[in-house]
T-cell receptor
Framework: DVKVTQSSRYLVKRTGEKVFLECVQDMDHENMFWYRQDPGLGLRLIYFSYDVKMKEKGDIPEGYSVSREKKERFSLILESASTNQTSMYLC????????????FGQGTRLTVV | DQQVKQNSPSLSVQEGRISILNCDYTNSMFDYFLWYKKYPAEGPTFLISISSIKDKNEDGRFTVFLNKSAKHLSLHIVPSQPGDSAVYFCAGATTSGSRLTFGEGTQLTVNP
């Protein structure tokens, strides 16, 4: 059974804290993604990575950074958390190219207070 | 620039009837489209997809139709069941690329 696992289901952090969200996949996929989901805005891409140590900005990268030191692991970093980063964060992985689906983790509900 | 648009935030249907969810796209480079279903507090799960070389793909109760000239796709669920109540997202992709671009989602409610 293929799996994308996010390290936390729920997180509460204070404004200004540095926050790490971790994601691990066991499918040997080249591509990994971080999205956030907000009501009425759908799933918006923050960053993605197509290979180890490679990253590309998505549509809303401001306030975030990422790290991919190993193929199976992709981390999202909030350098200084702000209340407008309160959201559902979703990690996904996908084979490099072709007509294939992406597999999502269970999501992390982050609340910044 | 919203490349994938789902204009209906919500849809309510009776159990046993057909649900039709719509999606429009603007990026003519998209050649692969997907539908995902999402329950609250869970990650999206893949439902069905279609390549641009086809105009229809069917999987059980779910059928996706693609109209390339109108840049429009739709998901039909027949018959609808209460367990289908969820948010449905459509997404576009290019075969040569990595990313999926999602729409805003449509909340489907199937009433018993």
């Amino acid at each position: 059974d293929v799996k994308v696992t996010q390290s936390s289901r729920y997180l509460v952090k204070r404004t200004g804290e540095k926050v790490f969200l971790e994601c691990v996949q066991d499918m040997d996929h080249e591509n990994m993604f971080w999205y956030r989901q907000d009501p009425g805005l759908g799933l918006r891409l923050i960053y993605f990575s197509y290979d180890v140590k490679m990253k590309e900005k998505g549509d809303i990268p401001e306030g975030y950074s990422v790290s991919r030191e190993k193929k199976e692991r992709f981390s999202l970093i909030l350098e200084s958390a702000s209340t407008n980063q309160t959201s559902m964060y979703l990690c996904a992985s996908r084979r490099h190219r072709g007509n294939t689906e992406a597999f999502f983790g269970q999501g992390t509900r982050l609340t910044v207070v | 620039d919203q490349q994938v648009k789902q204009n209906s935030p919500s849809l309510s249907v009776q159990e046993g009837r057909i649900s039709i969810l719509n999606c429009d796209y603007t990026n003519s480079m998209f050649d692969y489209f997907l539908w995902y279903k999402k329950y609250p507090a869970e990650g999206p799960t893949f439902l069905i997809s279609i390549s641009s070389i086809k105009d229809k793909n069917e999987d059980g109760r779910f059928t996706v139709f693609l109209n390339k000239s109108a840049k429009h796709l739709s998901l039909h669920i027949v018959p609808s069941q209460p367990g289908d109540s969820a948010v449905y997202f459509c997404a576009g992709a290019t075969t040569s690329g990595s990313r999926l671009t999602f729409g805003e989602g449509t909340q489907l409610t199937v009433n018993p």
